[in-house]
């Protein structure tokens, strides 16, 4: 089955700087890479997602690449503020297949 | 509208007791799911229904009993509990596997807790 792993584990950074969160996956027929941020005592809210046929997605300060080859994605959150504090994971599925497999996450906090 | 609407939001029974999940989408989604989340730990997936018909049994134990009444509503039969099954239970919907849409969207979960 799939695997999935994500790191760092933590990351601190301070408001304005620039948060980089990496994920590589094992299965080679993945095809579909979205990144959820779960706040505390909330569900996983999809921030942004990236399919197979794509090397790079943004969307305003948000941006995430995949790199097919070495079987790894990145979330990259740009000019970070406090309210980007939160857990952030990375998943990886087949579209055909309706699981999706979760990274451990990654708990950003960003200092004011 | 990307909502998923799930109730209770919090709910704490006994062992002993039975009692039910229940979650709402009306965006015309064809597949639904539950998935588990233990506190500091990524979501497990328990269940898979596509097109109203389940799909996806994760091992999941039989004091758990999902069920899909219709396209719209999925709903977790929860009985004889146990403390260690306290969690987030989390709702999730999405067009259906094998599209090309597959964006998967989660419900604000309900917390759950056996004493």
């Known amino acids: 089955g799939e695997n999935v792993e994500q790191h760092p584990s933590t990351l601190s950074v301070q408001e304005g700087d620039s948060a980089v969160i990496k994920c590589t996956y094992s299965d080679s027929a993945s095809n579909y890479f979205p990144w959820y941020k779960q706040e505390l005592g909330k569900g996983p809210q999809l921030i942004i997602d990236i399919r197979s046929n794509v090397g790079e997605k943004k969307d305003q300060r948000i941006a995430v690449t995949l790199n097919k080859t070495a079987k790894h994605f990145s979330l990259h959150i740009t000019e970070t503020q406090p309210e980007d504090s939160a857990v952030y994971f990375c998943?990886?599925?087949?579209?055909?297949?309706?699981?999706?497999?979760f990274g451990q996450g990654t708990i950003l906090t960003v200092h004011p | 509208d990307t909502e998923v609407t799930q109730t209770p939001k919090h709910l704490v029974m006994g062992m002993t007791n039975k009692k039910s999940l229940k979650c709402e989408q009306h965006m015309g989604h064809r597949a639904m799911y539950w998935y588990k989340q233990k506190a500091k730990k990524p979501p497990e997936l328990m269940f898979v229904y596509s097109y109203e018909k389940l799909s996806i049994n994760e091992s999941v134990p039989s004091r758990f009993s999902p069920e899909c009444p219709n396209s719209s509503l999925l709903n977790l039969h929860l009985h004889a509990l146990q403390p260690e099954d306290s969690a987030l239970y989390l709702c999730?919907?999405?067009?259906?596997?094998?599209?090309?849409?597959?964006?998967?969207?989660f419900g604000e979960g309900s917390w759950l807790t056996v004493v």
């Open positions: 999730a919907s999405s067009q259906g596997p094998g599209s090309s849409g597959n964006t998967i969207y």
């Open positions: 998943a990886a599925t087949r579209t055909s297949y309706g699981k999706l497999t």
